[in-house]
């Protein structure tokens, strides 16, 4: 880490991300353009908002992904992930 630049992971290879992700896609014969909005929930603190942000930039940025942000009241977000409602 160089300051707060961290990559998540080691190699931090956004083309073979990229690659992978392309795999991915012919495999369910799907397109970046027929690829579904992915939502991505999180509890609506503030700290959580920044990171649900960042992740969606990087997605949306790095490999085309959209990204649906849905922030949620701690106890529907938990309710949610106890009971396997991850969408």
Not at 26 to 41: C, D, G, H, N
Not at 44 to 60: H, L, T
């Amino acid at each position: 880490c160089i300051g707060m630049q961290c990559a998540y992971f080691a190699d931090a290879d956004l083309e073979k991300a990229k690659t992978l992700f392309e795999e991915g896609l012919a495999e369910l014969k799907l397109t970046r353009e027929t690829f579904p909005v992915i939502p991505l929930s999180y509890c609506g603190i503030e700290v959580n908002q920044r990171i649900a942000a960042v992740v969606q930039r990087q997605w949306e940025r790095g490999l085309g992904i959209r990204v649906r942000l849905d922030p949620q009241e701690w106890t529907t977000y938990y309710d949610h992930l106890s009971s396997g409602r991850f969408l």
